[in-house]
């Protein structure tokens, strides 16, 4: 029966050829185009290429030697690292806790969701802020709590706060996102485990020991790998918050800097090659992140 | 574990200290939000002397609102961005929910190779691809083009493609999980392919679809990355892309700033609210787009 009603190939094309047409030319296409630019030299965004590079691998080359690209890079490994920690950790933690309580679980989801949906580049602007220099939330309160002298303000924006004032705005919003899904993977696990370990005295703790967290193994997983490969992709809050590297050239992400070097520097066959390193990078990364968080099966 | 609980007193230490930890983060969730909208309303003298108290007397004043109306357009920025947004969710509904049936419902040779092709798709980073589309579009004319909504166009064909492969997954495999009995009693009263998908699988897809409607539509409204690439003409800014320049234009006019960002932040919060459950569920299935 089934057969019958689709046997006739005809309506197929016309379902199929519009999406086909669109990832062909809008992925596909690209995408190859990409990797030849990275040998080819072009100066303006919009302007034909001039030729080849001389060598070809120049742009290769210049990766590797470039000292920003290599800040770039450090602080790329840094935003993958500490959302482990600092992302799904606090997600970890609070999504064990909201599992002990009857009460206000959905505003407790809701609330800690809510960042999320947030753009970006409002929140890049309220933490900017937040941070201010001059007068914002974070040094108001430190003076009212006499933590801080009032004609000594912090420039949580100079280039020793740079970084940690970068990182914790990221991970902050996310965080929400990993308490949902862990949240959903704790829902799954059976009540009567927790019965039958409570009924053999089992505490609080070894329940969480030897029930939650195997349980919720594969979910955190998925976690930590969706934390690793989002990291890379992280432009918009740090773009907004620190433009163009700022402070010297120190809070650079492979998405920012290659932004840099197609619009701003005109280096547009050199800013292919960093997409492609990128590339690289997320294809290693995730396929190393779910090597090693390998899901088991129970 | 009604049994259990019924032991414990209701109010134990531990529970007091667990919601006491709830309830701290979701005051960082929560009130840097409140310390942005009390301060749009106060006096810039204020903000920076005492951002923490409410805006009432004589720190009360309308007038961050009102330069943010006189020097932003608020309104063609929300018109811009929200028809990109629109058109990238009806275009990616439209192709994706084809495909997707196609894809579950049709056997035919070189479906495997297709399959592939749409997933390893999903691994293109936006980076690696969005020089070339430049170009591409560039050499076609759409991009910076005098007329507002062909250079809104060109931002929008690039969000669709962006998004196609994963709605595609997501509602191949919804669909797929349909009961075919439905399609077989449709197509014996005579209903052709095109009717069987309009009448039966959108209508009883249709949850799917408002998850990938959702994740697509805040996918695109957010991509400030895209916007930043194409969108170069004062007529063509986006709310996201008004929001990322503001910075520099307002200087120290920190009334102002949090005025904006309560202008723009308010709308998605009404909407949040209202939709909350779709969202959480659309934003957390647009996980596996990794």
Not at chain 1, 205 to 219: A, K, S, Y
Request: with cysteine; net charge positive; charged share 10%.
């Amino acid at each position: 029966m089934n057969a019958m009603i689709y046997r006739k190939k005809g309506a197929l094309f016309l379902f199929l050829i519009p999406s086909l047409i669109f990832m062909a030319v809008f992925l596909y296409y690209p995408f190859v185009m990409n990797i030849i630019n990275s040998f080819l030299h072009i100066t303006a965004l919009g302007d034909k290429a001039l030729g080849v590079n001389q060598p070809w691998y120049e742009n290769y080359v210049k990766l590797f030697q470039d000292t920003l690209m290599g800040v770039a890079l450090k602080n790329t490994f840094l935003m993958m690292l500490l959302p482990i920690v600092f992302q799904v950790g606090i997600a970890l933690v609070l999504a064990l806790l909201v599992d002990n309580i009857r009460f206000g679980t959905q505003f407790f989801r809701t609330a800690f969701f809510f960042p999320i949906v947030i753009s970006a580049s409002a929140l890049g602007l309220m933490f900017n802020l937040v941070f201010l220099y001059d007068g914002g939330m974070i040094n108001q309160l430190l003076q009212a709590l006499h933590l801080q002298q009032a004609n000594l303000p912090v420039d949580w924006k100079d280039k020793s706060h740079a970084l940690a004032t970068m990182f914790i705005p990221v991970c902050w919003q996310y965080v929400g996102f990993y308490f949902v899904i862990l949240a959903t993977g704790l829902n799954n696990i059976s009540q009567e485990l927790y019965e039958a370990a409570e009924i053999d005295g089992a505490t609080k703790m070894q329940c969480i020991g030897h029930i939650t967290l195997p349980l919720l193994r594969n979910t955190l997983c998925t976690c930590l790998v969706l934390a690793i490969t989002g990291a890379l992709k992280v432009f918009d809050l740090p773009w907004v918050m620190f433009p163009s590297g700022m402070p010297m050239d120190t809070t650079w992400l492979t998405g920012t800097y290659m932004y840099q070097q197609a619009w701003k520097l005109g280096d547009v066959d050199y800013s292919s090659t960093i997409a492609i390193e990128f590339v690289v990078l997320v294809v290693v990364l995730s396929q190393a992140a779910s090597r090693v968080f390998k899901e088991k099966e129970y | 574990m009604t049994a259990l609980s019924k032991r414990k007193s209701p109010v134990s230490v531990s529970k007091i200290i667990v919601y006491l930890v709830l309830i701290v983060w979701s005051l960082t969730t929560i009130y840097p939000f409140i310390w942005v909208i009390m301060n749009s309303f106060k006096k810039n003298a204020y903000i920076q002397q005492s951002s923490f108290t409410m805006p009432v007397g004589k720190r009360f004043t309308m007038q961050n609102f009102q330069t943010a109306f006189e020097r932003i357009d608020i309104g063609s920025a929300y018109l811009n961005s929200l028809l990109i947004s629109i058109a990238v969710t009806i275009l990616v509904i439209l192709l994706a929910g084809l495909s997707a049936f196609a894809l579950a419902r049709y056997q035919f040779r070189g479906k495997k190779i297709l399959e592939s092709l749409i997933v390893a798709s999903m691994m293109f980073p936006v980076f690696a691809t969005i020089i070339p589309v430049f170009r591409m579009e560039y050499r076609w004319g759409i991009v910076n083009n005098d007329n507002n909504l062909i250079s809104l166009l060109s931002v929008i064909l690039p969000q669709v493609a962006g998004n196609l492969s994963f709605a595609i997954i997501v509602l191949r495999g919804y669909i797929q999980g349909l009961p075919i009995e439905l399609e077989e009693s449709a197509f014996l009263e005579g209903c052709n392919v095109v009717q069987i998908f309009t009448k039966i699988i959108l209508p009883v897809a249709k949850p799917s679809f408002a998850t990938v409607s959702i994740f697509t539509f805040l996918w695109s409204y957010n991509d400030l990355f895209t916007q930043m690439f194409f969108l170069d003409r004062p007529g063509t800014r986006t709310i996201t892309l008004l929001l990322s320049q503001i910075t520099s234009q307002a200087g120290t006019n920190y009334g102002f700033m949090n005025a904006s960002v309560i202008l723009v932040v308010i709308p998605v919060l009404i909407i949040y609210i209202l939709l909350q459950k779709n969202i959480i569920k659309g934003m957390t299935i647009g996980a596996v787009k990794g």
